[in-house]
């Protein structure tokens, strides 16, 4: 395998890592360390990077008290000759978070970095750093690229749970080195309360930790904010987080389940009823708890290209935002669709633009598995085999245009649908035919509950080529059936992998595509 080795990475674990990790555990999970006392600033939440590229990167942390974030960075562990960037004071208005760009780094190097937060009376006075590392994306073919995706964060009651290692399938992301992690939406379950035990089939307790904002669905800025520090509270993922760069979109528990613009909820838990309200308290506190390199524009828009190197371009989607209504789905047209036809225009414009050899578009939601909303459609089948229709009819669009511009190496990946499969889409078993074939991939969840395969619409022809799945609806993760997706692209022949793993690592299905096809 061509990919670079990582030199210095596996060091960072043992050694200035842990003990960071150990020294920014949350007061939640433990005593305060000693120098918090002294009133300096500190980052319990650990760090985090994400949006790499070739020469820039952003790096995230959380102060427990106003600080000036301060990052320094290093092509060693010893930082001896550190460069310093000056990042923003961290205040109440963010809770306390903040992001700083790194620019004009070098490609495909490591770059290790440490976080200071300084005192903003005092400058000297700072914190313990925390470190991390992450290596930019390589400007020279040859390098390759490997990554991991997934998605679903503590869905269906099942949150972090000692007894059985927390999230433990970070660890087995984490141990294949990969550049960059993408996840594929429902980074938490707002909608999704955490109860301190619950009872499994057989018997047994799962204990969960829980705090105060995870005791009801969120609502107001606060209980938001505090979904995605409950993540945090799992020291898998802050180590996951400190060594592992990552791309992140989001999907609807991020607000509530299957949420859609102007719409009013008649859930009975809820006091705030208008999903307008609710999804931006819920893009604010997203923003503030995630370094994603779009969301500081005034649009606030999550769709993005991520480019790494030549031999990838990533198209994150967003099938949240700008989608109607959920209906039944059967409408002869649609011009808004899922994406909008913004959104549209805009994926079709860069996918023509783009020169990569691989364009993985990155969708937080699958395109021939029916995912209902009963009585209406959620995602974008509806089960008609036939022609296209509602939302569908967007999709064939963009399958039409990446014909009829002959735009090679396209994949789909996605989450969403809490089991893993691979799916083919060829035109020879369609309804509609205007198509090249191409591969959509589904994994996850994370830690979140498992659920039986959704059935498939065949109006894109797809073929189900793996899948495993439960037969009863939302297992444990103590029951299995937790999954993530590594891609790894050879530097030398170009020739992208898919492997479709258990959280344990365990391969379960490989493909390999050739570059430069149209349809494959």
């Known amino acids: 395998m061509s990919h670079r080795?990582?030199?210095?990475?596996?060091?960072?674990?043992?050694?200035?890592?842990?003990?960071?990790?150990?020294?920014?555990?949350?007061?939640?999970?433990?005593?305060?360390?000693a120098f918090a006392r002294s009133g300096r600033p500190t980052a319990g939440w650990g760090v985090q990077a994400g949006d790499v590229t070739c020469d820039?990167?952003?790096?995230?942390?959380?102060?427990?008290?106003?600080?000036?974030?301060?990052?320094e960075t290093s092509a060693t562990e010893s930082f001896r000759t550190p460069h310093r960037w000056h990042g923003p004071l961290l205040g109440p208005g963010t809770d306390f978070t903040g992001t700083t760009r790194l620019r004009g780094l070098p490609s495909g190097e490591q770059i290790h970095y440490r976080v200071l937060l300084a005192d903003p009376d005092d400058p000297r006075r700072t914190g313990e750093p925390v470190t991390g590392t992450f290596r930019t994306a390589s400007d020279k073919r040859r390098d390759g690229v490997r990554f991991v995706w997934s998605g679903d964060l503590a869905g269906q009651g099942w949150g972090i749970n000692p007894e059985f290692g927390g999230y433990r399938i970070y660890d087995a992301m984490g141990a294949l080195d990969p550049d960059f992690f993408l996840c594929s939406g429902d980074n938490i379950y707002a909608d999704g309360p955490i109860t301190e035990t619950v009872t499994l089939p057989d018997g047994r307790t799962w204990r969960n930790i829980t705090t105060e904002e995870k005791a009801k669905v969120a609502e107001t800025l606060a209980e938001f904010r505090g979904n995605f520090r409950y993540n945090l509270l799992d020291e898998n993922l802050r180590a996951f987080n400190a060594r592992v760069p990552s791309i992140v979109q989001w999907d609807d528990h991020e607000v509530t389940n299957n949420w859609y613009p102007g719409e009013i909820?008649?859930?009975?838990?809820?006091?705030?009823?208008?999903?307008?309200?609710?999804?931006?308290?819920?893009?604010?506190?997203?923003?503030?708890?995630?370094?994603i390199s779009t969301l500081r524009r005034p649009d606030g828009r999550v769709h993005r290209v991520q480019r790494h190197g030549?031999?990838?371009?990533?198209?994150?989607?967003?099938?949240?935002?700008?989608?109607?209504?959920?209906?039944?789905?059967?409408?002869?047209?649609?011009?808004?669709?899922?994406?909008?036809?913004e959104q549209l225009e805009w994926l079709k414009r860069e996918l023509s633009r783009s020169r990569a050899v691989w364009k993985v578009i990155a969708a937080d939601m699958p395109l021939g598995l029916v995912v209902p909303d009963a009585p209406n459609i959620e995602a974008v089948a509806q089960g008609d085999p036939g022609k296209p229709l509602g939302r569908e009819l967007q999709i064939a669009e963009l399958l039409r245009h990446i014909k009829h511009r002959r735009i090679t190496g396209t994949v789909w990946l996605t989450a969403d649908v809490h089991h893993t499969s691979a799916q083919h889409y060829q035109p020879s078993k369609a309804a509609f035919t205007d198509f090249e074939p191409f591969w959509e991939f589904v994994s996850g969840p994370l830690n979140a509950g498992a659920?039986?395969?959704?059935?498939?619409?065949?109006?894109?022809?797809?073929?189900?080529?793996?899948?495993?799945?439960?037969?009863?609806?939302?297992?444990?993760?103590?029951g299995g059936y937790q999954f993530f997706g590594e891609v790894d692209i050879d530097g030398h022949s170009g020739e992208l992998t898919v492997r479709l793993r258990e959280q344990d690592g365990t391969v379960l299905f490989t493909k390999t595509l050739q570059p430069g096809l149209v349809g494959q």
Do not use: C, H
């Open 5 to 33: 080795p990582l030199p210095g990475r596996r060091s960072v674990l043992r050694g200035s890592l842990a003990a960071s990790a150990a020294l920014s555990l949350p007061t939640a999970l433990g005593a305060a360390p």
């Open 56 to 71: 820039s990167g952003l790096v995230w942390v959380r102060s427990d008290r106003p600080a000036r974030m301060i990052v």
């Open 265 to 291: 909820l008649t859930d009975t838990r809820y006091t705030e009823k208008r999903v307008d309200v609710l999804a931006a308290r819920a893009r604010r506190a997203f923003s503030e708890y995630f370094p």
């Open 310 to 341: 030549p031999l990838l371009d990533v198209f994150v989607l967003d099938m949240r935002t700008y989608r109607n209504a959920n209906s039944p789905d059967d409408q002869p047209t649609d011009p808004q669709g899922i994406l909008g036809r």
């Open 451 to 478: 659920f039986p395969a959704n059935a498939l619409d065949g109006t894109f022809g797809p073929d189900r080529v793996f899948v495993k799945a439960p037969t009863t609806a939302n297992v444990s993760p103590a």
